[in-house]
C-alpha cells in the first residue's frame, strides 16, 4: 500500500524554487529540496518530539546521499549525464576554434546592410536571429541557451539592447524549441515515461501531442510580438531604457555566466570563422535522428517485417533508444571537431584533450 504524504509533497519543490530565487545558488537550492524530499518520506512529518525529528533528518540525508548514488544504476541516467559534460566540452571547442567570433563577424556583415534603414531596424534583425538560433539548436537547451548568450551578447551590447532582453530570448526561445522538437534528452524521457505508460508507439503520441503543448508555441510566438512590435513592459521596458542608455547591465549586477566559459579565447594566430561553429553543432543535431533511427530499427523489424524501408524509420525512431543517441551524437560531433580542427592546424590532439577534461 502506497503512502501518501498529501500537502507535505509540495514543500519541497516550492522551498527549493524559492531558495533558488533568493540565493541564486541551484544547485545548493535543488539539493536542500531533494534533503527535505527524503525528511519527509522518512516520517519527518510526524511531530513525536526532538529525537524523533533528528533522526529524520539523518535518516534523510543517509537517503540524499544514497539517492545520488543510485542515479549512476541506471543506464540512462548516467548516458545523459555524460551527454550534459561532453556538450561543456564541446562549448569550450567551438570557442576555442574561433567559430563564435566568427560567426559574430558573420552577423555583423549582416547588419550592415541596415545601416542605411530606418533606425531600429538592425535591433529588431538581431533579436530575431537570437530567437531563430535558439529554435533550430534543439538539440539540448542548456547548449542553446548558452550558445545564444555567446554568440549575440557582443551584438547586443553594441547595439544598446539589455542583458535582461537577450536573457528572455534565449530562455524563451531554446526550451521551447527543445519541448517541441524531441530529437534530444527531453524527448528521450517523454518517449521513456510513455513507454512506461505502455504506449505502443512514443514517438508517434509525441507528435500527435504536439499542437496540445500550448506553452511552448505560445511562448515562441510571444517572443517575436514583443520584437516586432517593440512593446517592452514593467521591468523589462525599464531594462531597456537604461540599455539605450550605453548600460547593459544594472548597476551591482551579477552575471551568472561561468568563468570557464567566458574566460576561453579564440587561439591566437587563428582567423574567426563561422563554419567552426556551424559544422560541430550541425553534425550533432542531424546524428540524434540517425541514431534514434539506428537503437530501434531491431524492434521496428520484429514489429514490422513485411514494411518498406522508409516506413520502419519512423517506428525505429518512436523506439529508439533517447538517452544512447543524445550521448553518441555529442561524441561524433567532438571527435568530427577533433579532425576538423587538425585538418585546418586550429588546435593539436593534446590541446583538444586538455580542452575536453577542462
Known sequence: METSFGI????????????????RQVFVSLLFGILLGWVIINNGIEWLGVEHFIQSIWLGFLSTVQALVDVFKDDGSTRTIMFCALVGALIVFIQRSGGVEGFILKINKLLEKYENKKAGSNRVVVQFLAWLTGLLIFVESSISVLTVGALYR?????LGISREKLAYIADSSSAPSSILIPFNGWG???????????????FSTML???????????ALLM?????????????????????RTGKVLPDGAKPMVTDELTSVEVKEGIAPKARNMVIPILTMVLMMPIMLAYTGWEAAILEMPNASFFSK?????????????????????????????????????????DLTLK
Do not use: H
Open 154 to 158: 557582443p551584438v547586443f551590447d553594441k
Open 223 to 243: 517572443v517575436l510580438i514583443v520584437i516586432f512590435t517593440g512593446k517592452d513592459f514593467g521591468p523589462m521596458a525599464k531594462a531597456e531604457r537604461r540599455a
Open 313 to 353: 524509420i519512423p517506428y525505429s525512431i518512436g523506439n529508439g533508444s533517447g538517452s544512447t543517441s543524445v550521448l553518441i551524437a555529442v561524441i561524433i560531433s567532438l571527435l568530427v571537431s577533433m579532425i576538423f580542427y587538425r585538418i585546418q592546424g586550429i588546435l593539436k590532439m593534446g590541446e583538444m584533450i
Open 8 to 23: 507535505w509533497s509540495l514543500i519541497p519543490p516550492v522551498v527549493a524554487i524559492i531558495l533558488a530565487i533568493a540565493t
Open 188 to 202: 528521450a524521457f517523454i518517449m521513456t515515461l510513455l513507454a512506461v505508460e505502455g504506449f505502443a508507439n512514443p
Open 208 to 218: 500527435q501531442a504536439m499542437p496540445y503543448n500550448f506553452y511552448p508555441i505560445l
